[in-house]
């Protein structure tokens, strides 16, 4: 017996909007449900670059810019015809044949929370603001729109999110699921893969608990919920314990523990990876893909960083006397020079880079001139991000930036166009719409960049 | 309320024909005059969907083309179309050739699909309207004054499956015309589908509203689809007050008989839940069912409304929406504000008072608790939603870009509101943040003034806002400088019908777990209540009682209806939203921590509180002595369990959802940690000299306040006699199994 649940969120829309015979029910599902667009990645890896990288120092070198403006480093030339790339990432260089550059990233926020938002979410925030609270009237995650538009159905999670929750001040919103529901969050964890002693609780059976006795306690749980009756007239109920199911599956399953399992990479695997965080949980991100997750999102860091060299992200102003040429060099560019190439070799190596997106980007760029600090500022105008496979084209550069990388010269790319690219090589339409809790209809994305689609 | 039954379905049936596509009579009349925009060309732009949000009626609108969202503003919308982009959209010469026609009909690309073809009536109206010139909206024309819908609401009976919609449009120059065709329709949930023409077809049996929208009016329809039944007998429920009255009224209309009363075992730990968040104890129970006077139900809900008890869950319940979190108010406000809140309902202060504090709230934050409300909510538009959703049940969000899509509200109405609350202003003391970088934080004691000259300007025409009642008149002029205490005198008047019927439905929702209006927060001409008499005498309740919250919760539990099996029977299996069984909902994640902890008498722990805390107690949301610290496991199990972050002052922030993460909790060391600790009921137990049966009996009472069925009896006692298990392994088997049965989490 199956009872109807009100869904206190959907509002159907007809009058205005199927002139074509488009019944409710139908238009509910083309709204709601993914249309099948053929998809040319089963995954997507989020590198997310917390504290906005320098395209001037990275992947728009401008070494005919004055002294003011050019990086300190040289550009040196890559594995990819005319694209040159910053003399601190040798190795990343060398795979610049897999990727495509979009050079011309622009948008207005200047604030880490406001940037960070509109990039991990692909919508422009109401303001540009510091004070931008995460609540639920924001826009959710992509992993979250992805677990609600196209959901797993290979037992494993649709979406993953690690090692951080990022803030500057406040959390940054667009790390959940918000108002599509709990349930569509992504599995977010923070103990670090980097720690020796690293594995899930979630995925642990506690102490001295057996999975024999797992599995009486869950018999004798069966044997009071049959007197109550509740399961067969409840689908709250019914699905909750449906969620029992799942987790003891992924408990007592080989699949899912062993994905998260680090342990069964070989040490040399490990260490081309680098000991760091960073490393381990790119290793992780293309372990998670191998074994079917579609959206693994791996924070850079946990704080925006740029006053020290052994941790933090890709923040440097120069604040506290510090200097950026002091800091990227030591820390943020050799840890990307580490890891970036090694995960695209090792998704190469196992004929999964095809099918996988990987996305490296930052919240804006910096400005071109170098300020008194000897060090750059936030520049959301113009910055640039790396893809790499799932449907990309290979070593090609999309949009070009002016002399000093300040602004767009041709074709600017803003946040909701990489979005929509994003989710449309996911196979879903970037024009579906999710409602938030005013029953908006929303659209999920902009405009889908179709030339940088092999 | 449903007052047009079968009988009228079934003429309108065998009147549709005769209706059917009969073109010409539908524009006929219209060829003696010239096609005016506003009242032809209009519709059929909103019937094709080219002006809702996601299309052409975005804020930036699409593809270059913008127009007012569903069609609020023809001048406008006339200019985007006719004259905007050097009038390149249309072509009077040749109108098939229009390049809003052909986009329209997909002779060349149009992100937004095929809207109609060229045989269409609407593609007939626009060619010729292009033909006779193009004219855009005048002066002169006559406007739309009112949309007849017939019927205004219906119960569809089987094996009727459909309902055909007529509508009518009355203009104001006297004519009339059907425009079933091009009125827009839109259903407010899955168990119906309608088509162009307006014919509701059944999808599955149940309750919806369609929504009729022509030009500028809506008008809600509510329709029943119901089984035939034609052995139906109502089953003659015994009403305990007039509450029953109002519910059966409606359940015998649609041949649907309400479940039966709950069994003593499930009625307690109900009323105990929802009265006071927390099970009863064991000899509370057993007391209760044991007790053989007919009237201990009564008696129960009495003694439980007097507890203290009562003030501690119900404060919670006004905290999360008055925003009582120690960010913006710092600990030692969320601290007085919550502490003040709770006050409140021990005292059985009046609600209208209590709101009527909160609005004029001024002052120091730390000294006179109210003037929080005004901390939380730190601007005019804020203050003017959080007003609104709280007190009137009105969302006004939508009104601040354009006039409300689905209600009567204008921008201007948003923005005179808004300037309510324009004058208050804030004296900040030292400030000292724990982070600096977070300027969401204010540390320390602050004053809420009235002192600011500001206006509050309405960003389309760029005037000032005269500040104005939601729905009311314009505040007078000589209380300008007093905007706050005029504004609680009208808000709380017992004649502000919105008032009292959203506090009301506030109320009725926390006990019955669904709003006579849902979303309670959402009263609109487009979301009716899905029973108003019922609505309209639970308002009055609460006025003749003088607004005491108590009273109205001891009446709405002593009736029949709160007092209903959640089992449904046959002829109730389909109602989701009319009251005849009652609603199974998981706990609040304060109640389901508390449960625990009272089941193993040992308590948990949150950061900032010393051990014995209820979580039901907490004054706010996480302390500030968390920052940099990793959560205690009780912060922990209510985050994940959905305590909300009162951001938002909305009840919806609080989650009841079922999650994955949940379960692990629950399988994981969370719980299991607790259940092993060797100083807690468990281990009592196992050690003490009570037989196996005893055990079992004690763990269920304390657990489910019911004695353990012969099945689970004899089950559990195996398991204790198990030569291979110990016995306080098996009795933290038992009672993991308690804590998770569906019974325990959810209210049933």
């Given at each position: ?11 159907l829309?007809?009058g205005?909007?199927?002139m074509?015979?488009?019944?409710m ?9 993914a249309?099948?667009?053929k998809?040319?990645?089963k ?6 670059q917390w504290?906005?990288?320098?395209q ?12 003011s403006?050019?990086s ?26 897999h990727?495509?550059?979009?050079r ?10 406001s ?10 925030p ?13 826009y959710?995650?992509?992993?979250s729109?992805v ?15 690690y090692?951080h929750v ?14 599509l ?15 020796p ?5 979630e995925?642990s ?13 869950r ?17 709250e ?17 080989d ?21 760091t ?8 991100a ?17 704080s ?31 840890i ?15 004929g ?9 980007m930052?919240?804006?760029g ?49 946040p ?5 690219t ?8 970037p ?10 209809p929303?659209?999920i ?10 | 309320?449903?007052r047009?039954?079968?009988i009228v ?19 006929g ?17 909103s019937?094709?969907?080219?002006n809702l949000?996601?299309c ?18 023809p001048t406008?919308d006339?200019h ?8 390149r ?8 050739w ?10 060349v ?28 909206p ?20 089987e ?30 949930n ?10 509701v ?6 309750e ?20 035939s ?12 007050n007039?509450i ?25 730990r ?13 000899d509370?129970?057993?007391?209760f ?23 501690d869950?119900?404060?919670m ?9 120690e ?9 007085v ?33 109210p ?18 959703r ?12 354009h ?7 204008t921008?201007?109405d ?13 004296e ?14 204010f ?22 806002a005269?500040p ?13 400088d ?5 504004l ?15 506090q009301a ?16 927060d ?6 009716p ?35 209903l099996s ?20 998981r706990?609040?994640?304060?109640v ?28 706010g949301?996480l ?5 940099g610290k990793?959560l ?6 209510l ?27 629950l ?6 940690e607790r259940l ?23 763990l ?31 009795v ?13 989490l959810?209210r049933?």
């Amino acid at each position: 017996m199956t009872l109807p649940l009100t869904n206190r969120r959907s509002i159907l829309r007809v009058g205005g909007a199927g002139m074509l015979g488009l019944t409710m029910p139908k238009l509910m599902q083309a709204a709601e449900r993914a249309t099948s667009l053929k998809p040319r990645a089963k995954s997507v890896i989020f590198l997310f670059q917390w504290g906005g990288p320098s395209q001037l120092d990275t992947f728009d070198m401008k070494p005919n810019a004055p002294a003011s403006v050019r990086s300190p480093y040289r550009a040196i030339s890559s594995s990819a015809d005319g694209i040159q790339v910053c003399e601190l990432l040798p190795e990343t260089a060398k795979r610049m044949h897999h990727v495509t550059l979009i050079r011309t990233m622009t948008h207005t926020m200047k604030n880490h929370a406001s940037a960070g938002y509109y990039a991990l979410s692909g919508h422009e925030p109401p303001s540009d603001d510091q004070r931008l609270r995460d609540s639920l009237d924001l826009y959710p995650a992509y992993g979250s729109v992805v677990d609600h538009l196209a959901p797993n159905v290979n037992g494993m999670p649709t979406s993953v999110a690690y090692p951080h929750v990022i803030r500057d001040g406040s959390i940054v919103p667009a790390q959940h699921a918000s108002f599509l529901g709990k349930r569509h969050d992504p599995l977010l964890f923070l103990e670090d893969p980097n720690d020796p002693h690293f594995k899930l609780p979630e995925l642990s059976l506690p102490q001295g608990l057996s999975i024999d006795r797992l599995h009486r306690r869950r018999e004798m749980q069966r044997l009071v919920d049959r007197q109550a009756r509740l399961l067969e007239y409840s689908d709250e109920a019914r699905g909750f314990d449906e969620y029992y199911e799942r987790a003891i599956s992924m408990l007592t399953s080989d699949r899912v523990r062993k994905a998260f399992d680090l342990s069964a990479e070989k040490e040399s695997v490990r260490d081309r990876y680098g000991r760091t965080s960073y490393g381990q949980s790119c290793l992780m991100a293309r372990r998670l893909v191998e074994s079917g997750v579609k959206f693994v999102t791996v924070y850079f860091s946990d704080s925006i960083g740029g006053r020290r060299v052994n941790d933090g992200g890709w923040d440097t102003h120069g604040f506290d006397d510090t200097r950026m040429y002091e800091i990227v060099n030591n820390y943020q560019l050799p840890i990307t020079d580490q890891t970036l190439p090694t995960l695209l070799d090792d998704l190469e190596e196992r004929g999964l880079l095809d099918e996988t997106l990987v996305v490296w980007m930052g919240e804006f760029g910096r400005t071109p001139e170098i300020n008194k600090n000897f060090s750059r500022d936030h520049w959301p105008q113009c910055y640039t991000t790396l893809l790499a496979g799932g449907g990309v084209k290979r070593g090609y550069v999309y949009g070009k930036s002016d002399e000093r990388a300040k602004f767009p010269a041709e074709k600017p790319v803003k946040p909701e166009d990489l979005a929509a690219t994003i989710f449309q090589l996911l196979g879903i339409d970037p024009s579906s719409e999710i409602y938030d809790r005013d029953n908006r209809p929303l659209i999920i994305g902009g405009n889908t960049l179709h030339d940088v689609i092999a | 309320m449903f007052r047009i039954a079968s009988i009228v379905v079934l003429t309108l049936l065998s009147l549709a024909p005769s209706r059917g596509r009969a073109e010409e009579s539908k524009y006929g009349e219209t060829k003696v005059r010239q096609l005016e925009f506003t009242t032809d060309v209009m519709p059929v732009l909103s019937k094709a969907g080219c002006n809702l949000g996601t299309c052409h009626g975005n804020l930036n609108g699409k593809g270059d083309l913008k127009l007012s969202l569903r069609g609020q503003n023809p001048t406008d919308d006339y200019h985007a179309m006719a004259l905007a982009a050097r009038g390149r959209r249309i072509n009077l010469n040749a109108p098939e050739w229009s390049l809003f026609l052909q986009k329209a009909t997909g002779s060349v690309p149009h992100r937004g699909g095929i809207r109609f073809d060229v045989e269409s009536p609407h593609y007939a109206l626009l060619t010729r309207w292009l033909r006779e010139g193009a004219s855009g909206p005048s002066s002169t024309a006559a406007r739309l004054v009112r949309l007849k819908v017939e019927p205004s609401e219906a119960i569809v009976v089987e094996p009727q499956n459909k309902l055909p919609i007529r509508v009518e449009a009355f203009f104001s120059d006297g004519t009339s015309r059907d425009v079933t065709d091009t009125a827009c329709y839109e259903l407010s949930n899955l168990n119906a589908s309608v088509d162009q023409d307006g014919v509701v077809s059944r999808s599955k049996f149940g309750e919806t509203t369609l929504i009729v929208r022509y030009l500028q009016i809506q008008r809600p329809v509510p329709i029943a689809f119901t089984e035939s039944r034609p052995d139906f007998q109502w089953s003659n429920a015994e009403p305990h007050n007039e509450i029953d009255r109002h519910v059966f009224a409606k359940l015998k209309r649609m041949r649907i008989n309400p479940s039966d009363v709950c069994d003593d075992h499930v009625f307690v730990r109900r009323a105990y839940l929802d009265a006071i968040g927390r099970a009863p104890t064991v000899d509370e129970a057993k007391r209760f069912v044991h007790d053989p006077e007919p009237d201990k139900r009564s008696r129960l809900i009495d003694e439980l409304l007097t507890r203290p008890a009562f003030a501690d869950f119900w404060a919670m319940k006004w905290a999360d929406v008055l925003r009582t979190e120690e960010k913006v108010l710092d600990t030692k406000g969320v601290e007085v504000f919550h502490g003040w809140i709770r006050d409140n309902i021990a005292a059985g202060r009046p609600l209208d008072e209590f709101v009527r504090d909160l609005v004029t709230g001024t002052g120091s934050t730390y000294e006179r608790p109210p003037a929080n409300y005004y901390r939380a909510n730190r601007d005019p538009s804020t203050r003017g939603e959080t007003t609104a959703r709280l007190f009137l049940g009105t969302r006004l969000q939508c009104a601040k870009c354009h006039n409300h899509p689905f209600d009567r509200w204008t921008q201007e109405d948003y923005y005179q509101w808004s300037s309510l609350f324009s004058q208050i202003e804030y004296e900040l003391g030292e400030n000292k943040r724990q982070d600096s970088l977070d300027k969401n934080e204010f540390a320390g004691d602050q004053k809420v003034l009235i002192a600011k000259m500001d206006e509050v300007r309405n960003p389309t025409s760029n005037r000032v806002a005269a500040p104005k009642f939601l729905g009311g008149s314009e505040l007078e002029k000589n209380a300008m400088d007093d905007r706050l205490s005029s504004l609680a005198t009208w808000l709380t008047s017992p004649e502000n019908d919105l008032f009292v019927q959203s506090q009301a439905n506030f109320i009725w929702y926390q006990l019955m777990g669904l709003g006579v209006v849902d979303p309670i927060d959402d009263f609109r001409l487009t979301n009716p209540p899905s029973n108003p008499p019922l609505l309209d005498w639970l308002a009055k309740e609460l006025t003749d009682s003088g607004f005491d919250v108590r009273s109205l919760v001891g009446t709405i539990m002593k009736s029949r209806t709160y007092q209903l099996s959640s089992e449904p029977n046959d002829t109730n299996v389909n109602d989701a939203i009319s009251y005849s069984r009652a609603l199974v909902r998981r706990l609040p994640a304060e109640v389901i921590l508390d449960m625990q902890s009272d089941f193993l008498d040992s308590p948990s722990s949150f950061i900032g509180y010393s051990p014995g805390i209820r979580a039901v107690q907490i004054p706010g949301v996480l302390s500030k002595k968390a920052r940099g610290k990793s959560l205690e496991p009780g912060d922990r199990f209510l985050k994940t369990f959905g305590k909300p972050e009162r951001i938002l002052a909305c009840d919806c922030e609080r989650s009841n959802e079922t999650t994955l993460k949940q379960v692990f909790v629950l399988l994981g060391d969370g719980l299991n940690e607790r259940l092993a600790s060797p100083s807690n009921r468990l281990a009592e137990l196992a050690s003490s000299s009570a037989s196996d049966g005893e055990i079992v009996d004690e763990l269920y009472w304390a657990a489910l306040s019911r004695p353990p069925s012969d099945t689970e009896l004899s089950a559990a006692v195996d398991l204790l006699g198990s030569p291979d298990v110990d016995r306080a392994t098996a009795v933290q088997d038992i009672a993991w199994a308690l804590l998770n049965a569906k019974e325990f989490l959810f209210r049933k």
